[in-house]
């Protein structure tokens, strides 16, 4: 199969499951445009644990991690199936690497991964795995666990992932509704960073970039970020869908590392 990008997925409230928006609409394009590729490969900020895992199931669960949402997210189901054989190539990747990492023949599939993956792949057709964040991970491991998951994409995986480009969750709660001046700015020289293919400023994001410490009152979710941009396998083109911003400070964008894909998607009236 042809090498497939990686890709930074903004998958903001659980709310974007059934209320997808402009972002929502980009992913369904870029899948595609990206055409199925072998397995999807997603690292959550929702799934963090003691060094790495991965998801080992032939079936793996659609997880509801969330609460005090509106009861029909709890019914929706994304079926997708597992894939053993590609965890137990994946963990023999990493190993080459030098990271050890356990199988979980247990671990369903998180709101981080199943929520964007409707949109992206909405008939949940394609083989689904987790490679879970380590708890003590920081922007220097994140970048190096993506590089370490690169070479994946010469046989046709998708590395994704999946977290927020804002990640405020107090001021999530409470309900503005006009874009934040300092989301958008945050968003801004992220947005640079990545277009000008400079990982090392990237990975000082959260301590350079102006209002990282209200977009990122905790790392997890900008850490996946790292992730797709270590796994992009070489520099590259980059295409950014620029979904807006959610709920007022919810930035919706996403980055496709090493493709560069047209989306033309006109939807108006979301904020």
Same mark, same amino acid.
Not at 23 to 47: E, N
């Given at each position: 199969?042809?090498?497939?990008?990686?890709?930074?997925?903004?998958?903001?409230?659980?709310?974007?499951?059934?209320?997808?928006?402009?972002? %929502?609409?980009?992913?369904?394009?870029?899948?595609?445009?990206?055409?199925?590729?072998?397995?999807?490969?997603?690292?959550?900020? *929702?799934?963090? /644990?003691?060094?790495?895992?991965?998801?080992? /199931?032939?079936?793996?669960?659609?997880? =509801?991690?969330?609460?005090?949402? #509106?009861? !029909?997210?709890?019914?929706?189901?994304?079926?997708?199936?597992?894939?053993?054989?590609?965890?137990?190539?994946?963990?023999?990747?990493?190993?080459?690497?030098?990271?050890?990492?356990?199988?979980?023949?247990?671990? %369903?599939?998180? *709101?981080?991964?199943?929520?964007?993956?409707?949109?992206?792949?909405?008939?949940?057709?394609?083989? &689904?795995?987790?490679?879970?964040?380590?708890?003590?991970?920081?922007?220097?491991?994140?970048?190096?666990?993506?590089?370490?998951?690169?070479?994946?994409?010469?046989?046709?995986?998708? $590395?994704?992932?999946?977290?927020?480009? /804002? =990640?405020?969750?107090?001021?999530?709660?409470?309900? %503005?509704?006009?874009?934040?001046?300092?989301?958008?700015?945050?968003?801004?020289?992220?947005?640079?960073?990545?277009?000008?293919?400079?990982? &090392?400023?990237?990975?000082?994001?959260?301590?350079?970039?102006? *209002?990282?410490?209200?977009? =990122? #009152?905790?790392?997890?979710?900008?850490?996946?970020?790292?992730?797709?941009?270590?796994?992009?396998?070489?520099?590259?083109?980059?295409?950014?869908?620029?979904?807006? $911003?959610?709920?007022? &400070?919810?930035?919706?964008?996403?980055? &496709?590392?090493?493709?560069?894909?047209? $989306?033309?998607?006109? !939807? =108006?009236?979301?904020?």
């Amino acid at each position: 199969m042809n090498r497939m990008p990686s890709l930074f997925v903004s998958h903001g409230a659980p709310t974007f499951a059934n209320d997808p928006a402009l972002a %929502g609409a980009q992913l369904r394009a870029l899948g595609l445009a990206l055409g199925k590729p072998r397995a999807v490969v997603v690292v959550s900020p *929702h799934w963090m /644990t003691q060094g790495v895992a991965i998801t080992a /199931t032939a079936r793996p669960e659609t997880v =509801h991690d969330f609460g005090g949402f #509106p009861r !029909e997210l709890y019914a929706l189901q994304y079926p997708a199936p597992g894939s053993p054989e590609l965890a137990d190539r994946i963990q023999q990747q990493l190993a080459l690497q030098g990271v050890s990492a356990r199988l979980d023949p247990r671990r %369903g599939l998180d *709101h981080g991964a199943w929520v964007p993956l409707m949109h992206l792949y909405p008939d949940a057709d394609v083989p &689904v795995l987790q490679v879970s964040l380590p708890v003590d991970t920081d922007e220097a491991r994140a970048y190096a666990l993506g590089r370490a998951l690169a070479p994946l994409s010469r046989d046709g995986v998708l $590395i994704v992932g999946s977290g927020s480009l /804002t =990640h405020n969750l107090y001021e999530f709660r409470s309900g %503005g509704v006009q874009p934040a001046a300092y989301a958008q700015e945050f968003s801004a020289w992220v947005r640079q960073a990545v277009q000008d293919g400079d990982a &090392v400023r990237l990975q000082q994001t959260l301590r350079r970039a102006p *209002h990282a410490a209200r977009a =990122h #009152p905790t790392t997890d979710h900008f850490l996946p970020l790292l992730v797709a941009a270590g796994a992009a396998a070489q520099a590259g083109p980059v295409s950014v869908l620029d979904g807006g $911003i959610r709920h007022g &400070v919810l930035a919706m964008e996403s980055y &496709v590392f090493g493709r560069q894909v047209m $989306i033309d998607v006109r !939807e =108006h009236g979301h904020a």
